[in-house]
């Protein structure tokens, strides 16, 4: 097999990229005095979040504090097989399980 050279190969059409649009948005330089006047703030700005990022925050740090198993639901279910008072409806499954799909 002989090798290929890969400037022998054809090149593909490549359109030129279009600097207005790019220059149209291009985002000010972190800092600048420009960047503080296109955000209407100051360089001294404080960010201030919302009560719902705040809410949703807590949300978000509590169910991470959370157990990933609840042991207390666990042993009850467990004593409850185990002393034979866990039934088990097949009816009541199947009908679920219809009703989850329709």
Known sequence: MTPVDRNDLPRAAVPAPDTRRAAL????????????????????????????TKASEAARRAIEAAPEVRQGHVAALRSAIDAGRYI??????????VAAVL
Do not use: Y
């Open 25 to 52: 948005v291009k985002a000010p330089q972190r800092g600048s005095a420009t960047a503080s006047a296109a955000l209407g703030a100051s360089p001294s700005s404080v960010v201030r979040f919302s009560a719902e």
């Open 88 to 97: 088990v409806d097949p009816d009541k499954i199947a009908a679920r399980m």
